[in-house]
Each structure stands twice: as C-alpha cells, then as structure tokens.
C-alpha cells in the first residue's frame, strides 16, 4: 500500500528528456519489448482509455449550452460542492490527525502499537459497503455513539456530517501510510544538531520535522482527498441523500443513469474528473516546490 | 538512564542523553498524543469493525447462520468469487506484462505510460462503472449491436467483471515496478547471455525475484475486487440470485431492513478484510527479515 505514495507524484505530464526523445528506446539484450510494450498499451487502450474517451464524446454530444445548463443547475452545482469541500475537509481532518497518529506510532512505544499500526489500512481493506452500514448503524441516534451525541444536539447520521465521517474514514490510511516511512527515516543527527544549537522542542518540529514531513504530508493530503472526492459506497448509507441538502456528485450521476439520462450524466463525470485532475495537478506542483524547498535546489 | 551510565564511557553518556532529550518529548504531551491518536483510531476504525460482527450475532448463531446459507446470499457468494477471480488473474497478467516492459527497457514517454496506469486511482468508482454503460448499456455506442446479436454485457457478468478490472487496473503493477527497476536487469541479462530464453528467464530468475511483492499485490487486487460496490452498483442491474454481489446484495437487505442479514454478509467481508491484513502484516515482516 505504500507505494500508492506515489500515484500523486506521477500525476502530470510525463518528463522525457529533450535528447533521447528522437532516438526510441535503448538498445537491450533482453527480449520481449515489443510484445509486452504491445499487450500494456492495448489492455490500456481496452479498459482505461476508450472507455474514458467514449466519456468525453457523450457529454461533447450535448453542445456547450446544454452542458454548460446542467453543470451549473442547482443541484449539480450543490451536488459538486457537497463532494469537493467535504472532501477538502475530510483531507485537511486526516492530515491533522494523521500526523498525530503517525508520531504516536512512529516515536512512542505503548501497549498494542502494533495492533493498532496494522489496523490502519482497515478502509484499504473493508468494502466500502460494509464500512458505510457500520458507520450508519454507529453513528444513527441509537447507535454506540449517535447515543452520545443526541444530548449534544449534534445529529452525524443523514446529514452532511455523515459525509464528513465516512471520508474521514476513508481517507485516514492514505495520510499515515506516505507520512510514516518519511517520518521513521529521518535522521537522529538532524535533531541533535538543532538540539546542540539550542532549538526548542516546537522548534526543531516546526522548522526540522515539518520540512522534511512536508511532501510526504502533501501527498498523502492528495491521495485522500481524490478517494474522497469519487466516494460512494460508504457514503449513500450515512449521507440520507436529500437533494441539495446531502447529495453527493457520484450519486446525482448514478440518479441520472437510472432515469437513462445518459448524456446528463456524463457532463457531470467530466466535470469531476476535469476538477480533480486540476486539483492533483496543483497538488502536485506545491509538492514539487516544499520538495525543492528543503534539498535546496 | 543509570543503566547506560554503568556500560558505557562518560562522554558517549552524554551525547546519548543529549541525542534521547531531543527526541523524547515530555511525558504530558507523550501520553496526550498517544491518547487522542488511540481515541481516533478506535472512534474511526476499531467500532465499525466490531459494531459489523456485533449486530450480526445480535440475534444469535441461529439467524446468521440462516442469513448465511440463504439461496440469494451462496449466489451473491458464487458471484463475488468468479467476479474477483476473473478480474485478479487478468490484472495480474497485465501487472506482470507492463512491469516487464516498463522496467527492463528505457523508452521514450514511460512516466506518463506509468501515470496512466495510475489513472483508475483517481476516477470515482461511480464514473468506472458509468464508461462502460455509455460504450455497451442499450443507449451506449455499441448497445443497437449487441441487442441485435444478442450479447448481453451490462447487467451481466461481462459488465460486472469490465468495472471491476478497471476499478483494480492499478494494483498488481503499482506493487511490481519500484521493486523490479530496484532490482534492475543484471540478473536478466545475465540468464540471457547464458542462453536462456527470454520465457526461462521470466519464469526461472524475475518470478523468484518478485514473488512477494507480487503475492502482495493480488492480495490487495482481490480485497478491493470483491469489495467493490460503486462501480459494479452501476453496472449489474441488480438482478437477485443473478448479478448481486456481496456488497450490492449487503445494500438490498440493509435497505429492507433485514439488519442481521445484512450485517452477517458484511461480517464475511470484514473477515476477509481481516485475513487480507494478516497477510499483509505478515509478508512485510517476513520480506523485511529476508
């Protein structure tokens, strides 16, 4: 699982350099480029790529206007803005805890650390189905804890807040599992230096800790909010999918297929993906920067 | 402290002191952080896992045995096991064939071939599931062709098993190629210059070579494949006893309030979930020693 660390630091145009971009491949004594080259391409053609394009042509078959109507209707626009900032929020609530939990586990010996560090990748694992019931069913008014909540007047279960807490919960592995193979490598000598220099605790994490964190942190920021962002299956149990209220932007997409209104919701797929895509590719540059910023280059 | 005193040389003490005060953290924001780090984790994963077997056993052993062999449920069983078998073996074919390509050879543009394979990562499950009823659901691209010949893909076990390949294209290639460009291609060419086929060196020097990190890799590939929902929701139909897989079969029972049924399914997936993280914790230990 840690090495989907990476699928964000891959987003984006790929870098061939200027020199070899003429000359094809390397000469090589081992055999089998072509074919196993011919096989990924065209699998890759078969399953991601048509299909994808076959996407963009249906919502281009609406024209401009009539896309441009149904983006902006109310409740696409609601429906997007429940699923973008939720998960915005969701990210930005695991990165918080996230760090958290990685420091505990990373620099604390406790009883049941290593229970607790294997539970992590429990949302990787769970179907999304089985999460969204128990989350519902724990969080509901009777539920262990809905119960606890109801004297506070907070209600979780169908309301955006389900959302928020089916995110979070979907999202927490990815921050933990980038932050901490960073954090466990970072050298003992970094922190004696500032500790010998006379750097406080708070400073040696804020200006020691932190920077090297930083990309990782950003990373797994982005990995959780683009899970978040396409969310379903542990979502439409908790959520109550009131239109405009508590509707997701994957479930308007999955109404609008069930009254066969195909094109409606393609021009809602193509604006999801087109937004991430931005978005990881912002991410993708911030990291890029905070990666420079420390190596000094 | 004092044990290290009694060992060790004076000045090494020192540094060792200096070097443990500028890691540890006092003793109030330790427990602090290893608390709200402890109620984080068991407020978010530890009680939906339990509140799962709990409310499936809320009714006894009896009506979850019941739920269990029900004739609808050993469908959805069957389903899920040919769907996930289906779509792991061709995932995992394909997770070799690229990692081959991708790392035995240097070609022009093979860090976007990488970030496409990466690609499913990124689109919704929902979206996964949409594609293929724009190119094959009655409405689709090729939909007049297939009634005409009467080839049935959406609601059926070829949509059910496209969505699911998509949803899980990523796994097995995403676990092989940092290890395989790791290891490089020396051990390869020098089976080839021994005169070994290319075949006999596949199956005799990389397979060896990869065979954790690929276990590793189908092992996730088959949580994720028979668990997913989204995109095998929008693709199956639900047809009962026919196109339900466990998830969607768990939604169909939770939303006719059929809770001990449905949390009995779900406890047969949480227990798959478990056994995958098992797995998974002992194949890093046992690789990490090796």
């Known amino acids: 699982m840690t090495s989907s ?16 971009r003429f000359k094809g491949r390397q000469p090589s004594v081992i055999p089998g480029f072509g074919i196993t080259l011919g096989l990924t391409l065209s699998w890759l053609a078969l399953i991601v790529l048509i299909p994808l394009i076959g996407l963009f042509l249906k919502s281009a078959e609406l024209g401009f206007s009539d896309f441009w109507s149904i983006v902006t209707s109310r409740r696409t626009l609601h429906a997007l803005q429940i699923s973008f900032g939720l998960a915005l929020l969701a990210a930005v609530i695991n990165l918080v805890f996230g760090t958290v939990i990685v420091w505990a586990l990373a620099r604390y010996d406790f009883p049941g650390r290593r229970i607790f560090d294997a539970l992590i990748d429990i949302p990787f694992a769970l179907p999304t189905a089985v999460a969204g019931i128990s989350l519902t069913t724990l969080f509901a008014e009777n539920g262990w804890i809905g119960r606890l909540l109801v004297p506070l007047g907070i209600k979780v279960a169908f309301t955006p807040l389900g959302i928020l807490v089916a995110l979070i919960f979907i999202g927490l592995p990815f921050v933990v599992r980038t932050v901490q193979p960073v ?90 993906l087109l937004l991430s895509f931005v978005l990881l590719f912002v991410i993708n540059r911030l990291q890029q920067w905070s990666g420079t910023r420390i190596s000094g280059g | 402290m004092t044990v290290l005193a009694e060992v060790a040389p004076a000045h090494t003490v020192a540094r060792r002191a200096s070097a443990i005060r500028s ?12 608390a709200v780090a402890l109620l984080f984790l068991s407020l978010f994963l530890v009680l939906p ?14 009506p979850y045995l019941g739920a269990l ?135 005799r020097v990389t397979l060896p070579n ?27 139909g639900h047809i009962r006893g026919e196109t339900n897989t466990m998830p969607l079969h768990i939604e169909i029972l939770y939303n006719e309030y059929q809770l001990v ?24 230990r046992y690789t990490r020693h090796a």
């Open chain 2, 69 to 203: 062999t029900h004739p609808d449920t050993i469908a959805a069983v069957r389903l899920t096991l040919i769907v996930a078998a289906i779509s792991v073996s061709l995932n995992l074919v394909f997770g070799l064939v690229a990692a081959w390509a991708i790392t035995k050879f240097e070609f022009p543009g093979k860090s976007f071939l990488i970030t496409l394979i990466d690609l499913p990562f990124s689109i919704s499950p929902v979206i996964s599931g949409l594609v293929f009823v724009l190119l094959f659901g009655a409405q689709g691209y090729f939909g007049e062709y297939l009634i005409a010949h009467d080839i049935r893909i959406i609601f059926a076990l070829p949509g059910i098993v496209l969505a699911t390949v998509l949803v899980t294209f990523p796994f097995v290639a995403r676990e092989l190629i940092p290890l395989m460009k790791e290891q490089g291609t020396q051990d390869e060419e020098a089976a080839i210059s021994l005169g070994a086929s290319g075949l006999q060196t596949f199956f």
């Open chain 1, 183 to 272: 954090l466990l490598d970072l050298e003992v000598e970094l922190e004696e230096a500032a500790a010998t220099l006379g750097a406080t605790r708070w400073q040696i994490f804020s200006k020691v800790i932190v920077p090297v964190i930083l990309p990782a942190l950003l990373t797994g920021f982005a990995l959780a909010f683009a899970r978040a962002v396409g969310e379903y299956g542990s979502v439409i149990f908790i959520a109550g999918n009131l239109p405009n209220v508590s509707e997701i932007a994957p479930l308007l997409i999955v109404i609008r297929l069930s009254e066969f209104k195909y094109t409606d919701a393609s021009a809602i797929a193509v604006v999801m």
């Open chain 2, 261 to 284: 049924a449905a949390f009995a399914v779900a406890s047969v997936l949480a227990l798959l979930a478990l056994l995958t993280l098992i797995s998974k914790t002992l194949l890093e």
């Open chain 2, 49 to 62: 896992l339990v509140v799962v077997f709990v409310q499936a056993f809320s009714h006894g052993v009896l």
């Open chain 1, 5 to 20: 660390a990476d699928i964000a630091g891959t987003i984006g145009p790929g870098r061939v350099s200027g020199a070899r």
């Open chain 2, 210 to 236: 990869v065979k954790w990190a690929l276990l590793y890799g189908v092992l996730l590939c088959n949580a994720r494949a028979m668990g997913e929902f989204g995109a095998v929701s929008v693709v199956s």
């Open chain 2, 23 to 34: 890691r540890s953290d006092p003793p109030l924001v330790r427990w602090a952080i290893i």
